[in-house]
């Protein structure tokens, strides 16, 4: 009960916050917190699916919600450009119109089915970031194998390097606590050996996580037929998806030269930009970003909000990015994010 109370009282704040800033930059108001541009963050692109439990919900959003965002950003004077002309783009003169950019996580297959009709439609560039080890089947995406394990029963049992976790899940609210139960568990152990152990309790349930990565995630042939298309370009993103901060300096140079070179294997040019996984403190610090640098990537985003100036340049290995959040499609959410003062208000 608390915690789905905590979630509610989150949930209001956000979207008071969001109206707030709309209203705001209706006004002009706090106008120096738009920046000279921004990037934005997405997941999936697909229609909106049914079912009261759907704890990954937020990284969702509806090719119409995309659709109406990118009419809105040009009806606000955005022009849309590539994540590698963001440099030059800001080293314009002040009066050029700001601009928007889209990046995608992963390398989903409704990608290519669901989000590209819609760039298409408006002539919008974006960047997919792509993930080795869920393009290879090699690794799983640990967030939706607990969906998965947790819709199906009621209860989980679980035993992860961090604590064991025996919650109930007879009811909506209590699989809600125990998904988040379980992502407090992965990050709080080692990431590896638990998202090993979730997946060894889903198998004994009847439950592929590497079936679940398939189904949605795009393979090589997939990811180089895609590749062709004049408006798609493609980063990097390591091989397992693990927060980088935990890892040894071997293994973090490992995670990032393999994925580059897996993505200079279906394109025949090596990326030049990259997206830490989660984009957060777990991954996008100093350290991890001498190393981004050291691996030639001339481009690093995070998932820490911000609009861009042209000191984001000082450190454009830790560039922020805006998430366009599944909880939140509403044109004017987007709106508001692009004018930079929900990531003021935060700061502040």
Known sequence: MAGQLKQTIKRAVITGGLEMSFLLSRLRLVRSARGRGVIFTLHHVRPAEAGPFQPNRHLDVTPEFLDAAIV???????RCIRLEDVPAALEEPASSPPFAVFTLDDGFRDNAQHALPVFERHGVPFTIFVCKGLSERSHTMWWDTAAALIAKQNRLTLCLPATRIDADCSTVRAKAAAFDAVVAAVFAGDEAKSVAQLDQAAQAAGINPHALVAETVMDAEELRALARHPLVSYGAHTVSHRGLDALSDTEILAELNDSADYVAGITGTRPVTFAYPYGDARSATPRTAGYADWAGF???????????????????QLLPRISLNGLYQKTRYVQALASGIPSRLKKG
């Open 72 to 78: 809105a950003l040009k009806r606000d004077g955005y």
């Open 298 to 316: 001339r481009l690093s985003v995070t998932t820490r909000p911000g609009t861009l100036a042209p000191a984001s340049l000082d450190a454009p």
